[in-house]
């Protein structure tokens, strides 16, 4: 998962976030120290976070497994953990940005966990955690909880089917590398550049397609797949909102595959900052099940 476009939605959508909506529940927060980081690909910087706090997340074995970030605004002054009702009661305007980021590997025994964040923009239009990630230094903190998670490849299932964008690649290279050798496959990876391409161990039966160029190829290239009749099947897709929704169209409509065989959902959507899209999940437009 990233930060998701900073361009500014249009005004209808925007007045919609506004509505008073109950405060977010207080979850514990883990304060975790960058030990390094490296840039993957252009677009990609992997950032390795650890330290004591590590022991206050909950990792679990999903392939998706993800942790909330809370990333102070720069010159805020804000040091974690953060007191986040005296925030709201006193300064809601200083109120660390949330951000929900797959956990690309988790080594409880070496003591760290690495993101993979995609960097888009500069300055106030790369996103808030992307332009954290781009500015951290080794020590620096940020607060964490987690981990959520709902997906994992079934070891006995007879063909698996990955879909998504830059956006879903950590969760579709640790799928991928949780595969038996025996699987069985296809992932449809979609980029916007082809030097962003990552190096992936996949069993001999998985194919691995890199999608050059536009969101709308994942959809296309969907269309034309032929998957194997009669095959058991676990699907996971994940992507761009917009272009989701017609993955799914395409799954449980025209395919219909069963719904309880698909992991599906959107982590992104083109237009919208990562707040109007986490608020927009509770109305019509946020729905990918239309």
Partial sequence: MFDASSTPAPAAAAESTTQARPARPNRPQAVLEVISKERITPQMMRVRLGGEGLADLSPND???????????????????????????AESPELLPSRRTYTVRRWDLEAGFID??????????DAGVAARWADEAIPGDL????????????????????IVGDHSALPAIVRA????PPRARGVALIQLQQDRDRQRIEAPEGVEVRWLIGENELLVTALEQLDLPAGEDLQVFAHGERGIIKRVRRELVTVRSIPKDRISISAYWALGRVEDQFQAEKREPVGRIDD
């Fill in 176 to 179: 991928i590398e949780a595969l």
């Fill in 62 to 88: 999903f392939t998706d497994s993800y942790v909330k970030l809370l990333i102070a605004a720069p010159g805020s002054g804000l040091t974690p953990p953060y007191d986040l009702d005296a925030l709201r």
């Fill in 115 to 124: 993101i993979d964040f995609v960097l888009h923009g500069t300055g106030e």
């Fill in 142 to 161: 940020v607060a964490a909880s987690g981990a959520g998670g709902a997906y994992a490849p079934r070891p006995e299932v007879g063909f698996h089917l």
